[in-house]
């Protein structure tokens, strides 16, 4: 059947689409169809000739300069039509500049109706292409991709894809990645096994063979085994290992060589199109939790409904818990994008199972160093401060980082989840600084030290700050001395001895003897209430112990 951009509309998805500009283009043959995920010049390396092409636009949706390049590029590449989905929902309108840049290139321009989904335009046409097939192997190929596609669209697993292959072709097939791990196979340990010592033997004849052909073919005494590199021009992704055996024909060329064709693409396309998936699913999350932090919103229900577009349900959150995730300061890491690279591989998705093991309705959110969870908990009926602590056992193995969980007060409405996450945040902080291992502390907790914070503004403070401290800070620049740093680090430490005298690198009995010298200078103990606390409040509203004293 050939399909033209007039005869897929008004079908599955696009029953009520309306095409905007390009009419001229309506003969334009549509030999296949795929989804725009990314917005760039550099599009042109992959675009089909004859594809349609489906898109929200979202990576260029405030970029108009950049869609007309885009569109530029599908049609000096011949793509057949751009369908837009989700209009309004990521952008608000079409520009006048793309519809008349699209009337010049006669590229049809369609709307899709905004809440019809990808998956209801694609699959009707893959169907309708794959009608009047004249040869029967290659319409299984076909029926293969529609299938796979189908998946990739519901966004499962390249396990379950795998899987599916091997059960719709009745041909056993192993998967392994570029480390020779197996990530998919349908047959005993012992021939995986078998495989695996068989590629790495053999691999320099493997890829000699297969950089002309598609397919290199291992002998056995069972059967052949055809082993397929999968890979793009600049990515290789591993091995897909076929047995033809049980009465498949393998001496067929032709056949065999376009079920490895289906079968390769399909893997590649579930793979990097995963990768892909993810990168843009976590900036799509990014920026909406930075609308939502911010409240770019004009009501709640567009808040909520985008949410749910990025696969975050928001609506009735009332508090937040902010797990900052920082590498010790005595640890040797490699660079900042290492570690949040090592979060949001590794510990993220414990994180992610243990918070939905206890609160089902949850919603998590990995920025940065930080993961963000937003609860419902109505009434408290779940102890946030005892998940807290749960998680952070989840890094006890982990010593070159430190963590620290901060919760947020209850608020009334999801507008005021900005004002939740900053009190999440500094109760995670105000734990940072005064608790020297990792701990789960709460905004009411910290309520008090937070607002003592905002005295750092205040001159009179810092002033009445200098007069206690001076005759202190007179000492240790006449004398050299260190009775400023002393105070300081004893009231961090509680008025803990043998910690402090640590953290100073000192003897016991040195610091013994500068507390009873503190005690002689001010004439009085700052050690005992309420000297304590003026002197602890003192420390808090500076930077750091010596900002503002006179000494050295």
């Not at 519901?154 to 056993?172: A, C, P, R, W």
């Not at 047995?243 to 590649?268: P, Q």
């Not at 093991?357 to 998590?364: T, V, W």
């Not at 009445?464 to 260190?482: N, R, S, T, V």
């Given at each position: 059947m050939n399909l033209t951009v007039e005869s897929i509309l008004g079908t599955g998805g696009l029953t009520d689409a309306r095409i905007i500009a390009g009419e001229r283009g309506l003969s334009n043959s549509v030999s296949s169809i795929s989804v725009l995920e990314v917005g760039e010049a550099a599009i042109g390396r992959w675009v089909v000739q004859n594809q349609v092409y489906v898109t929200a636009l979202y990576a260029i949706r405030n970029d108009v300069d950049m869609q007309k390049v885009v569109i530029n590029v599908l049609a000096n590449c011949g793509c057949s039509a751009l369908i837009i989905c989700h209009l309004g929902h990521w952008i608000p309108e079409v520009s006048a500049e793309v519809v008349n840049l699209c009337n010049t290139l006669n590229l049809p321009l369609i709307i899709a109706n905004p809440e019809v989904s990808y998956a209801s335009i694609i699959e009707p046409i893959l169907k309708s292409l794959m009608l009047g097939t004249d040869n029967q192997q290659t319409g299984n190929c076909i029926q293969i991709r529609n299938d796979i596609l189908e998946l990739s669209v519901h966004e499962s697993d390249s396990v379950s894809v795998l899987q599916k292959i091997s059960q719709q072709t009745g041909i056993n097939s192993t998967y392994l990645d570029i480390y020779y791990e197996c990530i998919y196979s349908d047959k005993p340990y012992s021939a995986v096994e078998e495989e695996i010592n068989y590629i790495r033997e053999n691999i320099s004849k493997i890829r000699h063979n297969t950089i002309n052909n598609l397919y290199y073919i291992w002998r056995t005494d069972t059967?052949?085994?055809?082993?397929?590199?999968?890979?793009?021009?600049?990515?290789?992704?591993?091995?897909?290992?076929?047995?033809?055996?049980?009465?498949?024909?393998?001496?067929?060329?032709?056949?065999?060589?376009?079920?490895?064709?289906?079968?390769?693409?399909?893997?590649?396309?579930?793979?990097?199109?995963?990768?892909?998936?993810?990168?843009?699913?976590?900036?799509?999350?990014?920026?909406?939790?930075?609308?939502?932090?911010?409240?770019?919103?004009?009501?709640?229900?567009?808040?909520?409904?985008?949410?749910?577009?990025?696969?975050?349900?928001?609506?009735?959150?009332?508090?937040?818990?902010?797990?900052?995730?920082?590498?010790?300061?005595?640890?040797?890491?490699?660079?900042?994008?290492?570690?949040?690279?090592?979060?949001?591989?590794?510990?993220?998705?414990?994180?992610?199972?243990?918070?939905?093991?206890?609160?089902?309705?949850?919603?998590?959110?990995?920025?940065?160093?930080?993961?963000?969870?937003?609860?419902?908990?109505?009434?408290?009926?779940?102890?946030?401060k005892q998940l807290g602590n749960a998680i952070e056992h989840l890094f006890n193995k982990e010593r070159q980082l430190s963590v620290f969980a901060g919760i947020s007060d209850s608020v009334q409405s999801i507008r005021e989840l900005g004002t939740a996450y900053k009190q999440a945040i500094n109760a995670a902080a105000l734990g940072r600084s005064f608790l020297s291992d990792s701990h789960v502390t709460t905004w009411p907790e910290m309520w008090l030290l937070n607002n003592l914070q905002c005295l750092a503004e205040d001159q009179h403070a810092k002033t009445m700050f200098e007069q206690w401290i001076a005759p202190l800070a007179k000492h240790d620049k006449q004398y050299d001395g260190c009775l400023v740093e002393t105070l300081s680090v004893l009231i961090a430490c509680n008025l803990d001895m043998v910690k402090a005298s640590r953290?100073?690198?000192?003897?016991?009995?040195?610091?013994?003897?500068?507390?009873?010298?503190?005690?002689?200078?001010?004439?009085?103990?700052?050690?005992?209430?309420?000297?304590?606390?003026?002197?602890?409040?003192?420390l808090q509203i500076s930077s750091a112990p010596m900002d503002g004293i006179p000494t050295q």
């Amino acid at each position: 059947m050939n399909l033209t951009v007039e005869s897929i509309l008004g079908t599955g998805g696009l029953t009520d689409a309306r095409i905007i500009a390009g009419e001229r283009g309506l003969s334009n043959s549509v030999s296949s169809i795929s989804v725009l995920e990314v917005g760039e010049a550099a599009i042109g390396r992959w675009v089909v000739q004859n594809q349609v092409y489906v898109t929200a636009l979202y990576a260029i949706r405030n970029d108009v300069d950049m869609q007309k390049v885009v569109i530029n590029v599908l049609a000096n590449c011949g793509c057949s039509a751009l369908i837009i989905c989700h209009l309004g929902h990521w952008i608000p309108e079409v520009s006048a500049e793309v519809v008349n840049l699209c009337n010049t290139l006669n590229l049809p321009l369609i709307i899709a109706n905004p809440e019809v989904s990808y998956a209801s335009i694609i699959e009707p046409i893959l169907k309708s292409l794959m009608l009047g097939t004249d040869n029967q192997q290659t319409g299984n190929c076909i029926q293969i991709r529609n299938d796979i596609l189908e998946l990739s669209v519901h966004e499962s697993d390249s396990v379950s894809v795998l899987q599916k292959i091997s059960q719709q072709t009745g041909i056993n097939s192993t998967y392994l990645d570029i480390y020779y791990e197996c990530i998919y196979s349908d047959k005993p340990y012992s021939a995986v096994e078998e495989e695996i010592n068989y590629i790495r033997e053999n691999i320099s004849k493997i890829r000699h063979n297969t950089i002309n052909n598609l397919y290199y073919i291992w002998r056995t005494d069972t059967g052949n085994k055809v082993i397929a590199l999968v890979k793009t021009m600049q990515s290789f992704f591993g091995y897909l290992i076929l047995d033809f055996k049980d009465g498949h024909d393998s001496s067929d060329e032709k056949l065999i060589s376009e079920l490895v064709s289906s079968l390769v693409v399909i893997c590649t396309m579930m793979l990097s199109r995963k990768d892909r998936l993810d990168e843009l699913q976590e900036r799509y999350q990014n920026e909406y939790v930075a609308d939502l932090l911010a409240w770019n919103f004009p009501s709640e229900d567009v808040a909520i409904t985008r949410g749910a577009e990025v696969g975050l349900n928001i609506g009735n959150k009332h508090e937040v818990m902010a797990i900052t995730i920082r590498p010790d300061p005595k640890s040797m890491v490699e660079s900042i994008l290492n570690v949040r690279s090592h979060i949001r591989e590794t510990y993220f998705p414990l994180v992610n199972e243990l918070v939905h093991y206890h609160d089902s309705n949850a919603s998590l959110i990995c920025r940065g160093d930080t993961i963000i969870v937003f609860f419902e908990n109505t009434n408290s009926l779940l102890n946030l401060k005892q998940l807290g602590n749960a998680i952070e056992h989840l890094f006890n193995k982990e010593r070159q980082l430190s963590v620290f969980a901060g919760i947020s007060d209850s608020v009334q409405s999801i507008r005021e989840l900005g004002t939740a996450y900053k009190q999440a945040i500094n109760a995670a902080a105000l734990g940072r600084s005064f608790l020297s291992d990792s701990h789960v502390t709460t905004w009411p907790e910290m309520w008090l030290l937070n607002n003592l914070q905002c005295l750092a503004e205040d001159q009179h403070a810092k002033t009445m700050f200098e007069q206690w401290i001076a005759p202190l800070a007179k000492h240790d620049k006449q004398y050299d001395g260190c009775l400023v740093e002393t105070l300081s680090v004893l009231i961090a430490c509680n008025l803990d001895m043998v910690k402090a005298s640590r953290e100073l690198y000192i003897h016991r009995n040195t610091l013994i003897y500068r507390k009873h010298k503190i005690v002689d200078i001010l004439g009085y103990s700052p050690f005992e209430l309420p000297y304590l606390f003026n002197f602890f409040v003192a420390l808090q509203i500076s930077s750091a112990p010596m900002d503002g004293i006179p000494t050295q």
